[in-house]
């Protein structure tokens, strides 16, 4: 791509300025077009040191309203300075519907940096190309139109500008080791580009564009912006297809045939939840000193327990190292991103542990029944679903899914009991009793949850809590033995390296 690139001829500065001048214009009556149609836009900005990113960025914002856009500048850090999954800076500031997000650098040149850099490994490497594929492509079918700009400039042009640069105090700051080292090493970089690229423009093409003439990058990237969002305004939203699985997935039994009668006497419960928590307790402290990111997903029927299975488990941790989540209806904000936004940004720094009070799995039970999204978002939900959890645990990351289980009498004897109770009143509302009448839809979709994404990596674990005492003991028994595994795999790789 970048090999075979040639550079323009010179056009005449008047026609460049004019043309400028008109789609610019253009992309400001856009804007609002943008808003109505509730369409968001992700500009990618990437290119060599010294080609004009920012210079290119400024003239593409300099006609529009500010608040209807957003400029970010995510930083290329170190391995060691980096405490979540590498995409997280960049599913951060993914724009709500109808605005523009404008990206200084991204994906493509923290991978390549790093991989020059030997910070991460050719496994490591294909590992990131798949996930940014798999990012792309969900961004894509959820609606966002996204472009990807590549600034071109050739070896000669940017030694000129870098040292240009260096030779006046002023601008001397903007220059620094890395954009010096890749100049060196312009060779590499044009290949390890040039595959990036290669690899990653099935699912959203790249358009290279002249950094050797300023103004014409300018006017081109004007003309592809307005082009894509014209498009994209006239056909409406995106909506993906489901996918083929293509997980291996653990074999799960259906809810109906899972024996509720288990149970455990008090005496023994005592006895276990004391040596668990002290257990986990130490678990905890290690997890944290080797930077091990944990995360727990419960989901589970009104009433079955979740909240005090959580406090028990969360009664053995340092409360400086964990967070609950509990998980409500998508605030407005959140309902105007990707599905998955209002998750990625909860996720834990490495060391920490992530509790999920109902998780992403809304998607494919209470929204994909009370129809608040359509038939094609649930039913591509489940491999979006799958690919995020694949890429937590690529990162390291304890993912343990439980399903909190009861039967519907006692569901029926607990809503009893809160209601007729004054201090637990709160927990018992009208939504409850609804959800209580559909339970039988909520059983095909929870039994098709467990089905599709009960993956090796991430299976589920079903709790049995008709007798909650049974349930905490169980839950607690998996989570240490999830710790210890992840510990010894640490210990492990660091011997083998």
Request: proline content about 3%; some cysteine.
């Amino acid at each position: 791509m970048l090999r075979d690139f040639e550079t323009k001829k010179r056009e005449d500065k008047a026609s460049l300025n004019a043309e400028i001048k008109a789609l610019q214009s253009v992309l400001l009556g856009q804007q609002q077009l943008l808003m109505k149609a509730e369409l968001p836009v992700i500009v990618m900005i990437e290119g060599w040191a010294a080609a004009g990113k920012g210079s290119l960025i400024k003239e593409l914002i300099s006609e529009l309203d500010p608040r209807f856009y957003h400029v970010e500048s995510p930083k290329v850090l170190r391995e060691a300075e980096e405490r979540f999954p590498f995409l997280y800076q960049y599913m951060k500031p993914i724009p709500v519907n109808g605005k523009v997000t404008f990206l200084d650098s991204g994906w493509m040149e923290n991978v390549v940096r790093k991989y020059l850099r030997h910070e991460i490994n050719k496994d490591e490497y294909r590992r990131r190309i798949r996930q940014v594929n798999e990012f792309e492509r969900q961004l894509r079918d959820n609606g966002y139109i996204i472009l990807k700009l590549f600034l071109h400039i050739r070896k000669d042009v940017q030694y000129e500008r870098l040292y240009g640069l260096v030779e006046e105090p002023a601008t001397e700051w903007r220059v620094d080791g890395e954009d010096l080292w890749q100049h060196k090493e312009y060779k590499r970089f044009l290949e390890a580009y040039d595959d990036f690229m290669e690899k990653t423009n099935e699912i959203v093409g790249w358009h290279i564009l002249d950094g050797n003439r300023r103004k014409t990058a300018t006017r081109d990237a004007l003309r592809i912006i307005t082009q894509r969002i014209e498009r994209g305004v006239s056909e409406g939203r995106f909506e993906g297809v489901s996918l083929e699985e293509d997980f291996p997935l653990r074999e799960m039994p259906k809810l109906k045939d899972v024996d509720l009668s288990v149970s455990i006497e008090d005496d023994e419960y005592k006895k276990e939840l004391k040596r668990l928590q002290s257990r986990i307790s130490e678990l905890h402290n290690i997890i944290y000193r080797k930077r091990i990111p944990v995360i727990f997903c419960y989901e589970g029927w009104d009433a079955a327990g979740k909240g005090g299975n959580i406090r028990r488990l969360t009664y053995a941790l340092d409360p400086r190292g964990f967070d609950v989540h509990p998980i409500a209806s998508p605030l407005p904000h959140e309902k105007n991103r990707h599905f998955l936004w209002r998750f990625w940004t909860k996720l834990p720094k490495s060391g920490h542990i992530c509790i999920f009070d109902r998780t992403w799995y809304g998607r494919v039970m209470v929204e994909r029944i009370e129809g608040f999204c359509s038939e094609k978002d649930w039913r591509r939900a489940y491999h979006e679903i799958n690919e995020f959890e694949r890429m937590l645990t690529d990162w390291g990351a304890v993912l343990l899914k439980f399903w909190i289980h009861i039967d519907s009498d006692v569901q029926l004897e607990r809503f009893k009991d809160r209601q007729n109770t004054p201090e637990k009143q709160w927990k018992i509302t009208d939504e409850d009793w609804r959800n209580r009448e559909k339970w039988d839809e909520y059983e095909i979709a929870v039994n098709e949850v467990l089905e599709k994404t009960s993956t090796k990596n991430a299976p589920w674990h079903i709790i049995e809590s008709n007798d909650k005492q049974y349930a905490r003991i169980k839950t607690l028994k998996i989570i240490v033995k999830a710790l210890e595994k992840a510990i010894d795999n640490h210990f492990e790789n660091m011997m083998n390296k």
